[in-house]
């Protein structure tokens, strides 16, 4: 299939045609999808978080069959060792060595179900192969496929039998997502489509025209080229700077987040038909890139804040470029 001849107009049409894949799935999220797909473009990890049975599992899942690359699914459990994650080396009598048998996280989505599930020691398999995007096992250092995203799914923390990710984890998800509960009417339409016969864990059935993997790279190139303007860079690292001086926060945005910022501000601007950065761009990306990256102090917590609230009132105390 031909699109558009434009780079970045081509982008888009990819971008609608991932939207539409994804959408035949999950109904009525259309914010929800587009930030899942902002996500890969930008070539970053994903988050998403929310109560069981509002469909974080089936997006991840939609979103991994609407590409022609290798997926696996992890489901994160209190006894998850390390090694299920990442895979382990056995002995082989005949060779006498010690052979590697690569674990499910060598793919390139991998669909981490319930992270806060498992115990800190597992959550850690990941966190040189979402930074590195390699794997090192002993002193052998092994790539992972390209492109390479993880799709993680957690329940909130005061739920019973989670883990409180650490920060480290956490800072390497480039946006964290909410789905929420759907309207009356979308949650009508859900029932509806089930009582005719829907099947979400057929998502392999349905008329989804994946995306091929050169197409997908190629998109990601050309929102790393988006063109970003000097007042755009000091208005980024505005942002990030105030954070961290922000009286009701004890953790604000650290350089990586201001890197992650630009990222999906680029891959922003590139959904909207734009070669080049404006401040709508980075505002749209700055609560989903920034907001499990804040730490508020308890007495704000107290007082009813929390960091989407924190992020909005941040917002609108940095000026605004005007070229």
Same mark, same amino acid.
């Given at each position: 299939?031909?699109?558009?001849?434009? +780079?970045?107009?081509?982008? %888009?049409?990819?971008?609608?045609?991932?939207?539409?894949?994804?959408?035949?799935? @999950?109904?009525?999220?259309?914010?929800?999808?587009?930030?899942?797909?902002?996500?890969?473009?930008?070539?970053?990890?994903?988050l998403?978080?929310?109560?069981?049975?509002?469909?974080?599992? /089936?997006? #991840?899942?939609?979103?991994?069959?609407?590409?022609? @690359?290798?997926?696996?699914?992890?489901?994160?459990? $209190?006894?998850?060792? $390390? /090694?299920?994650?990442?895979?382990v080396?056995?002995?082989?009598?005949?060779?006498h060595?010690?052979?590697f048998k690569?674990?499910?996280?060598?793919?390139?989505?991998?669909?981490?179900?319930?992270?806060?599930?498992?115990?800190?020691?597992?959550?850690?398999?990941?966190?040189?192969?979402?930074?590195?995007?390699?794997?090192?096992?002993?002193?052998?250092?092994?790539?992972?496929p390209? +492109?390479?995203?993880?799709v &993680?799914?957690?329940?909130?923390?005061?739920?019973?039998?989670?883990?409180?990710? $650490?920060?480290?984890?956490?800072?390497?998800?480039?946006? !964290?997502?909410?789905?929420?509960y759907?309207?009356?009417?979308?949650?009508?339409?859900?029932?509806?489509?089930?009582?005719e016969?829907?099947?979400?864990?057929?998502?392999?059935?349905?008329?989804?025209?994946?995306?091929?993997?050169?197409?997908?790279?190629?998109?990601?190139?050309?929102?790393?080229?988006?063109?970003?303007?000097? &007042?755009?860079?000091?208005?980024?690292?505005?942002?990030?700077?105030?954070?961290?001086?922000?009286?009701?926060?004890?953790?604000? &945005?650290?350089?990586? #987040?201001?890197?992650?910022?630009?990222f999906?501000a680029?891959?922003? %601007?590139?959904l909207?038909d734009?070669?080049?950065?404006?401040?709508?761009?980075? !505002?749209?990306?700055?609560i $989903?890139?920034?907001?499990?990256?804040?730490?508020?102090?308890?007495?704000?917590?107290?007082e009813?804040?929390?960091?989407?609230?924190v992020?909005?009132?941040?917002?609108?105390?940095?000026?605004? +470029?005007?070229?």
């Amino acid at each position: 299939m031909t699109g558009p001849a434009d +780079p970045i107009a081509r982008v %888009a049409h990819d971008v609608e045609r991932l939207c539409t894949n994804i959408g035949y799935v @999950i109904q009525g999220k259309p914010e929800v999808i587009r930030n899942a797909v902002i996500c890969l473009l930008a070539e970053g990890h994903l988050l998403l978080e929310d109560v069981p049975g509002t469909g974080k599992t /089936s997006l #991840a899942r939609a979103l991994a069959s609407s590409l022609s @690359i290798t997926w696996n699914r992890i489901q994160f459990t $209190p006894d998850l060792l $390390p /090694s299920d994650v990442s895979g382990v080396s056995i002995y082989n009598q005949q060779s006498h060595e010690f052979d590697f048998k690569p674990g499910p996280v060598f793919a390139s989505i991998v669909l981490a179900d319930e992270i806060n599930r498992a115990s800190p020691k597992t959550q850690s398999a990941l966190l040189e192969v979402m930074e590195e995007g390699t794997l090192s096992i002993d002193s052998i250092v092994h790539p992972m496929p390209r +492109p390479f995203m993880v799709v &993680a799914t957690q329940n909130p923390i005061d739920m019973e039998g989670t883990y409180v990710l $650490p920060e480290a984890q956490l800072d390497r998800f480039l946006m !964290k997502i909410r789905v929420g509960y759907p309207t009356a009417e979308q949650e009508r339409v859900v029932l509806e489509r089930h009582r005719e016969g829907f099947n979400p864990r057929g998502i392999d059935q349905l008329p989804i025209a994946a995306i091929e993997p050169e197409l997908l790279s190629a998109a990601q190139r050309e929102v790393r080229a988006i063109t970003v303007e000097p &007042a755009l860079f000091d208005y980024i690292i505005a942002l990030a700077r105030r954070s961290r001086e922000w009286p009701s926060l004890i953790l604000g &945005a650290s350089p990586r #987040a201001a890197l992650s910022l630009m990222f999906v501000a680029q891959a922003c %601007a590139a959904l909207e038909d734009r070669d080049f950065l404006v401040p709508d761009d980075v !505002k749209q990306a700055a609560i $989903p890139v920034l907001r499990h990256r804040l730490f508020l102090r308890p007495e704000a917590e107290l007082e009813g804040y929390d960091p989407d609230r924190v992020l909005a009132d941040i917002l609108a105390a940095v000026p605004v +470029p005007k070229d």
